[in-house]
C-alpha cells in the first residue's frame, strides 16, 4: 500500500482487515507502506502491524537510474520494492488499493506506456513462492499497444485470486 492518503484507501484496508479476520480469526495482519507512522494512526484501533515497505539495497540509485531509464523510453526499470523480504514474512500476500493496475490517462493520452510496472514485477516475485490475491484494485485500462497489453494480462493470469473495483480494457 502507498500509503492510507485518502478515505478510499483506508476504506479497502479497513475491509480487507475484517474479511480476513472473518476467514482467518488467528491470523496476523501485516500493512506494508510508504508511511507507517502516519497510517499507524490511522487504523490504531485495529490489531495491525504495520510497518514500513521494505526497499532493495541501492534504492535510492535505482530510484535515479530508473528516472534514466524513463527518459530514455527503456522497456526495463529496476524494482525499488523488496517484494523477497515481504514474501519471506508473509503466507498470503494481498496487494490493495485503487489504481494500482491501471495506466494513467496523461501516460495513454502521450501514447507514452510502456512495457513495465513496479506492481507486476513485485507480484511476479512474490508468487514464485506464495499466493498472491489482487484486492479492491482498479484493472486497466493499459492501452493500445499489443505488447503493454500482453505484459499486464500475462501477469493478470497467473494472479491466484483477483477482485477489482472496476475493469476497463
Known sequence: MYGLYNYGCEAIVRGTYELIKQAWPNSEIILYTRFPQDDRQVVKDLIITVKQAPENKGALLRRIINRFLRGIHAKRKLLI?????????CDIVFSVGGDIYTIPKYILNNNKETRHSGIVEFGKIIMKNKPYVIWGASIGPFGDKKEVQDYYFKHLSQ???????????
Request: glycine share 4%; proline share 0%; charged share 20%.
Open 159 to 169: 494472479v491466484q485470486q483477483i477482485f477489482c473495483s472496476g475493469v476497463s480494457i
Open 81 to 89: 520494492w523488496d517484494a523477497e523480504t515481504v514474501a519471506d514474512e
